[in-house]
T-cell receptor, first 118, second 112 residues
Framework: AQTVTQSQPEMSVQEAETVTLSCTYD???????LFWYKQPPSRQMILVIR??????QNATENRFSVNFQKAAKSFSLKISDSQLGDTAMYFC???????????????FGEGTQLTVNP | ETGVTQSPTHLIKTRGQQVTLRCSSQ?????VSWYQQALGQGPQFIFQ???????GRGNFPPRFSGLQFPNYSSELNVNALELDDSALYLC???????????FGPGTRLTVT
């Protein structure tokens, strides 16, 4: 079974600064996908960024980038130029390549509550 | 392009009752997954439907069941409600089983 661990329950950052959220995972799979989702107080889970395990290049989406270390099973999220609207719960999630009987389920960590202060 | 929608937004039920939650997938998406998110925790996978068939199930008892319709919308049914079923229920749709899952706003279920 896969597990995802987010060791930082809460973090805070000043507006315009950079913050890094940590995530580690445990799996015996070689082909899989990793995601960061954001869940603001509105509850809507929003996809932030996706990384395929077979890709060595780290994914980036505007102010969001990841540091994917496959051997270390680490997948951190860096948010640059933090904005007030980035305040949310951030979830790291793992998905192994789908099987006929197991589908493509997401396994989530416990989340990190990020607060961006003005 | 219409996103994932869920109904109702909130629901209050009594222990032992049955409940049906509904999800409309994003246009063109043929896969729907359901998750349960207890307060302060990450979502837990319940099951997934792909082209109207169950395609994977998490560690949930049989009283959690579902359907997917020809238009790819989906229902989650929970029988014999227990207090621990109180949670946010999230539906996510995707195009195929490998692509990103896009979530709806959730249904908040309270069991008293």
């Amino acid at each position: 079974a896969q597990t995802v661990t987010q060791s930082q329950p809460e973090m805070s950052v000043q507006e315009a600064e950079t913050v890094t959220l940590s995530c580690t995972y445990d799996t015996s799979e070689n082909n899989y996908y990793l995601f960061w989702y954001k869940q603001p107080p509105s509850r809507q889970m929003i996809l932030v960024i996706r990384q395929e395990a077979y890709k060595q290049q780290n994914a980036t989406e505007n102010r969001f980038s990841v540091n994917f270390q496959k051997a270390a099973k680490s997948f951190s999220l860096k948010i640059s130029d933090s904005q007030l609207g980035d305040t949310a719960m951030y979830f790291c999630a793992f998905m192994k390549s789908p099987r006929e009987t197991s589908g493509s389920r997401l396994t989530f960590g416990e989340g990190t509550q990020l607060t961006v202060n003005p | 392009e219409t996103g994932v929608t869920q109904s109702p937004t909130h629901l209050i039920k009594t222990r032992g009752q049955q409940v049906t939650l509904r999800c409309s997938s994003q246009s063109g998406h043929n896969t729907v997954s359901w998750y349960q998110q207890a307060l302060g925790q990450g979502p837990q996978f319940i099951f997934q439907y792909y082209r109207e068939e169950e395609n994977g199930r998490g560690n949930f008892p049989p009283r959690f069941s579902g359907l997917q319709f020809p238009n790819y919308s989906s229902e989650l049914n929970v029988n014999a409600l227990e207090l621990d079923d109180s949670a946010l229920y999230l539906c996510a749709s995707s195009l195929g089983r490998v692509s990103e899952q896009y979530f709806g706003p959730g249904t908040r279920l309270t069991v008293t």
